[in-house]
């Protein structure tokens, strides 16, 4: 099936992924709507950096980045994969594995399943992407992992320290309730 970004069309085979997915999508969302997508994000956690991304990053596509760099090398690939999309090419970070219908041994930044993340030391990362009934870690000495999707929990960051929240719904309206996870 296509799907338009920008002025090019492109081609997307997923699963779930239909016409009326296009539809929807492509009548509610702007060129400057994508352009404001982002595929990844920062915070300042004291110690290291928190990666935020909707799958994460495999260690394996930072091969390259020098001690101390995965930062500056990680904004680097995704401005390149970004670049790459808007052009209509293919960019391993965005790719998917085998098992997600793909040509790659490991997924990319949206396409990373949680049982495939490893952890990079030295680099913190929250993610979503693989639903589950509860919160996931996984933790070494130097690096912080943690899975969020489908657990009904929320990230909330503030004064360089993340706190994993309860959501829950009352009279209609969100509300956070902090909880131990």
């Not at 338009?4 to 539809?23: E, H, M, S, T, V």
């Not at 004291?46 to 909707?54: F, K």
């Not at 085998?98 to 993610?127: A, F, H, M, T, Y």
């Not at 969100?174 to 996870?181: G, I």
């Amino acid at each position: 099936m296509s799907y338009g970004w920008g002025r090019q069309n492109r081609r997307l085979i997923c699963p779930g992924y239909d016409q009326a997915k296009w539809i929807t999508i492509h009548g509610s969302q702007t060129n400057r709507d994508w352009q404001k997508f982002k595929l990844h994000a920062w915070l300042d956690g004291g110690e290291r950096p928190w990666l935020v991304s909707h799958a994460g990053l495999h260690p394996c596509w930072l091969e390259g980045a020098g001690p101390g760099r995965d930062r500056e090398f990680i904004d680097k690939l995704c401005g390149d994969a970004w670049d790459c999309l808007n052009r209509g090419e293919h960019h391993f970070l965005l790719g998917r594995r085998l098992s997600r219908s793909g040509d790659q041994k490991i997924g990319g930044i949206n396409w990373l399943d949680w049982d495939e993340l490893v952890p990079v030391p030295g680099l913190n990362q929250l993610v979503g992407h693989t639903p589950a009934q509860a919160v996931r870690y996984k933790n070494l000495p130097t690096s912080q992992n943690i899975c969020l999707a489908g657990c009904g929990k929320t990230p909330f960051f503030g004064n360089g320290t993340l706190r994993i929240n309860k959501l829950a719904t009352t009279f209609g309206h969100f509300r956070r309730f902090s909880a131990a996870c």
